[in-house]
C-alpha cells in the first residue's frame, strides 16, 4: 500500500531546477527520492551533494526513454508519484538540432506515461487515487504575447514559437490526453523564465554574468526589449511540491514570478550588482559591456504569466521579489566561481562558439 512515506520518482532531478526541488524536498518533506538522470552537459551531481548520502536519497543515471529502465524503477520503489522534469529546454539549442528535443520531449514523455498508466493501472483503488503524475512544462507553449495583452492563463491556446516550445507543448497535450484517455491522474504546471544559483550558463542570466566577470561582450538580442516574467528557482521548486500535494487530477496551474522585466533592464540591473560587489573590477561599469547581436529566430516578444490559480487553489506565493532573487544569484556566482569553471569546460566553449559566431 502506498503511504505518504512511499518515495518519488523524479526525471531529470540533477538539472537545474530538478536539482532546486530535490534539495527542497529533502529540507521539507524528507521522505525517500527515486532520481533518474541522463546526466546530460546540463546535469550536475555537485548541485545534490548535500544530498547524496542521505537515508532515502537513490540516484539512478539513465534515460527516460528506456522503457525497461523506468519499468524496473516502478516496480522495485514502488513510488507514490512520479514528478517528470527531465527535458532538453533551450531554444538556442532547439533551433540548430531540434530532432533531440522531439525525442526527449515527446517521446521521452511518452514512455514516461505508458509506464506510468501500467504501473498505476496494476495498484489498488486506494493506491491509485493517490497517485501523482505531475508533469513540469513551460509557458512558452503560449507563444508571445503582445505590449497590453493579459498575461497568459490556463485556458490559452498553445501557440509555440520554437521547436523547444512546440515539443514541450507537445508534450502537454500527451499528458492531458493519457488523463482523458486512461484516467491516469495528472497535474500539469507551466513556469516562467527560471533563474537562480546552480543554473548552467548557456541561460541568459549566467551566461551574462560569467561573461562580465570576465570583461566579455554581454550578447543582448537584437534591441533587448524582450519582456520576461522571471521566477526565482526556490520559489518554483516550493511550488511544484505544493502542486504535488494539493493539485487536483487533470488540472493545469501557471507559475509565475509576477517579475516582468525586459532583458535590457534585466541585465542592466545584474550589471549594476556586480558594480556594487567587485568594486575593484577594471570592468567596472560593467553596463558598458553590452553589445546588441542578431536577434535569434522566432524570438519571442513577451511572456507573462497570471499565477493566480495557483494562488487561490494551492495557497503558494512567490517569496523573492526579482530584486532579491537576482541579489541571492549574483552573489552565489561569485561565491562559486569553482562551479561555473567547472562547467564551462570544452564543450560549452565550443558551443558558445557555434551559437554566437557571426551575430
Not at 6 to 11: D, F, K, N, Q
Not at 69 to 79: N, S
Not at 84 to 109: C, I, K, Q, W, Y
Not at 278 to 305: E, F, K, Q
Request: aromatic letters at 10%.
Amino acid at each position: 500500500m502506498l503511504t505518504k512515506d512511499s518515495p518519488l520518482l523524479v526525471t531529470g532531478g540533477a538539472g537545474f531546477i530538478g536539482s532546486h526541488f530535490v534539495l527542497d524536498w529533502f529540507a521539507t518533506a524528507g521522505t525517500p527520492l527515486v532520481n533518474l538522470d541522463k546526466l546530460t552537459y546540463a546535469g550536475n551531481l555537485r548541485n545534490l551533494g548535500s544530498v547524496a548520502h542521505k537515508p532515502g536519497y537513490t540516484f539512478v543515471r539513465g534515460d527516460i526513454r528506456d522503457r525497461e529502465l523506468v519499468d524496473g524503477l516502478l516496480h522495485t520503489h514502488r513510488p507514490r508519484a512520479i514528478v517528470h522534469l527531465a527535458a532538453e529546454s533551450h531554444v538556442d539549442r532547439s533551433l540548430m538540432g531540434p530532432g533531440e528535443f522531439l525525442d526527449t520531449n515527446v517521446h521521452g514523455t511518452f514512455v514516461m506515461l505508458e509506464a506510468a498508466r501500467a504501473y498505476w493501472q496494476e495498484l489498488e483503488a486506494v493506491d491509485q487515487e493517490q497517485f501523482r503524475f505531475l508533469h513540469v512544462s513551460t509557458d512558452e507553449v503560449y507563444g508571445s504575447l503582445k505590449p497590453g495583452d493579459a498575461p497568459f492563463e490556463e485556458t490559452f491556446a498553445f501557440r509555440p514559437n520554437s521547436p523547444y516550445a512546440a515539443s514541450k507543448a507537445a508534450s502537454d497535450m500527451l499528458v492531458r490526453a493519457w488523463h482523458k484517455s486512461y484516467g491516469l491522474p495528472t497535474v500539469v504546471t507551466n513556469c516562467s523564465n527560471n533563474y537562480g544559483p546552480m543554473q548552467f550558463p548557456e541561460k541568459l542570466l549566467p551566461l551574462v554574468l560569467n561573461r562580465a566577470i570576465h570583461g566579455e561582450p554581454l550578447p543582448i538580442y537584437g534591441d533587448g526589449m524582450q519582456v520576461r516574467d522571471w521566477l526565482y528557482v526556490g520559489d518554483h521548486a516550493a511550488a511544484l511540491r505544493v502542486a504535488l500535494e494539493r493539485g487536483k487530477p487533470g488540472e493545469t496551474y501557471n507559475i509565475g514570478g509576477w517579475n516582468e522585466q525586459t532583458n535590457l533592464d534585466t541585465v542592466t540591473m545584474l550589471c549594476a550588482l556586480l558594480d556594487e560587489f567587485l568594486p575593484d573590477s577594471p570592468h567596472r561599469p560593467h553596463a558598458r559591456l553590452m553589445t546588441s547581436v542578431a536577434d535569434r529566430p522566432g524570438h519571442d516578444r513577451r511572456y507573462a504569466i497570471n499565477a493566480t490559480k495557483a494562488e487561490r487553489e494551492l495557497g503558494w506565493r512567490p517569496a523573492e521579489t526579482f530584486e532579491t532573487g537576482l541579489r541571492k544569484t549574483v552573489r552565489w556566482y561569485l561565491d562559486n566561481q569553482a562551479w561555473v569553471e567547472e562547467v564551462t569546460s570544452g564543450a560549452y566553449r565550443e558551443w558558445m562558439e557555434t551559437n554566437y559566431a557571426g551575430r
